[in-house]
């Protein structure tokens, strides 16, 4: 694959947050694996994004809305930068679903409880299947360099993708489809590795730098330190607790902050600004107690913390995104907020569940407030902590991405953080 310049890269015009564009696009490299490649992941992503929602929306079973959300989240992401190149490519795809894919969302709309997770469970982890042969396929077969690359970056998330989908199936009840067939379990290891999912930058040009600022080199510290925490308290989660929700939010985490520290560890080293290797001393302790504690308790401090941390790592997007400098840090912490609220809207439902509130009906932004962080807007049992959202009550955060009715905190924030 050849190599180009940060420059060459930014002529694209493309940013994700969970996806690194170095190549500039050529409409001219394209070969039919292209663009059937193009063709099927519009599809396919619109279907993820449509059954992710139902999910949210049907499901009684925690574990299965958190899933649902963490589809839809990753999956609007991969659609939004697979049709910015398809568009430049001069190919724009159809995000729509197909036919038999229109079908199955009605089959699903048809039904509820348990039957619903179950036909959602083993129906994802079909899709996954499919998903992660055809992203293999343009790899292996793709002509047009930068469809190749992206779909390399995404192949280590699709199959943790199905690793939670296996695991879903297996946690509802259900008969895993892929069990039998061991080509199908790459993937599914408790010990997750999304290693090398962006490219490393070469002949790098660095930010002259008269242009970086206090602001994005503590950015970069921050961003990078709370990233690697993400990750590690996650990898407990998935492994440490008995309980299917919390285990498939760890996943997930895991999975969007490896993703999303990668490319911010390019952007980083464009900017000439070192990155942390490790949590902070602080995140390593709470680490070390989280590591500690029996399944139990694990679940419900591990759903805790999640909103603190949640809150405060989103208000420090904001904060850089409004007053940053570096021009690609400042559109990756833009693009990485809408994540971030996904996460923070899970967190808050994982959390409700722990404390045996399986619906937020109509509770008030200030009810909700006073229940997860108490009247001084602190999380409870840890006042004064700087290290949260202390900054600002729930409510605050909560506000200032538009959130008008709690009880569609995922999609609401979402599409508030997204304008």
């Known amino acids: 694959m050849p190599t180009t310049s940060p420059q060459d890269a930014t002529s694209t015009g493309i940013t994700s947050p969970v996806f ?4 500039p696009i050529d409409a001219s490299s394209l070969n039919d694996q292209d663009r059937e490649f193009i063709a099927q992941t519009g599809a396919g992503n619109a279907t993820e994004i449509a059954e992710g929602r139902l999910a949210m929306s049907t499901s009684d079973n925690i574990a299965v809305q958190v899933f649902g959300q963490w589809m839809a989240t990753d999956h609007i992401v991969a659609g939004t930068v697979l049709s910015d190149i398809a568009n430049q490519i001069g190919i724009p795809s159809d995000a729509s679903p197909t036919p038999q894919q229109t079908q199955d969302i009605q089959s699903l709309r048809s039904q509820s409880g348990a039957a619903f997770d179950q036909l959602y469970a083993q129906g994802q982890v079909t899709d996954h299947q499919q998903t992660l042969a055809l992203f293999q396929q343009e790899v292996a077969n793709g002509q047009n360099a930068t469809l190749k690359d992206i779909a390399r970056q995404a192949i280590p998330v699709l199959q943790q993708h199905l690793a939670g989908a296996q695991q879903l199936v297996v946690g509802i009840g259900g008969s895993d489809p892929s069990s039998d067939d061991p080509a199908s379990q790459t993937g599914t290891s408790q010990q997750i590795s999304i290693a090398d999912t962006a490219p490393v930058a070469t002949d790098i040009a660095q930010t002259p730098a008269d242009t970086l600022s206090a602001q994005d ?14 990750v590690q308290e996650g990898q407990l989660a998935l492994s440490n607790s008995s309980n299917l929700a919390v285990s498939e939010f760890g996943r997930w985490m895991v999975t969007d902050h490896t993703a999303n520290n990668a490319v911010l560890q390019n952007l980083a080293a464009q900017a000439g600004i070192a990155v942390p290797t490790a949590p902070s001393a602080e995140q ?24 603190s941390d949640h809150a ?12 940053g400098q570096d021009p690609a840090l400042k559109a990756f912490a833009q693009d990485t907020i809408p994540v971030l609220a996904q996460h923070l809207g899970a967190a808050i439902n994982l ?15 200030s009810d909700l407030t006073q229940l997860l962080y108490g009247a001084a807007g602190a999380p409870l049992g840890q006042p004064g902590d700087e290290s949260t959202a202390s900054s600002g009550s729930a409510s605050q955060i909560l506000s200032s991405i538009g959130l008008q009715d709690p009880f569609q905190t995922p999609m609401a924030m979402f599409e508030r953080a997204s304008v």
């Not at 690194?20 to 190549?23: D, G, N």
């Not at 959390?351 to 932004?365: M, T, Y």
């Open 20 to 23: 690194t564009v170095l190549q």
């Open 217 to 230: 080199t503590s950015f970069v510290q921050f961003a990078a330190q709370s990233g690697l925490a993400e």
């Open 284 to 307: 390593q302790s709470e680490i070390a107690q989280l590591q500690s504690l029996p399944p139990d308790a694990f679940a419900s401090t591990y759903a805790q913390g999640q909103v």
């Open 312 to 323: 405060n790592t989103l208000l420090q997007f904001i904060k850089e995104a409004e007053t």
């Open 351 to 365: 959390e409700l569940d722990q404390l045996g509130i399986n619906a937020l009906g109509s509770f008030s932004i």
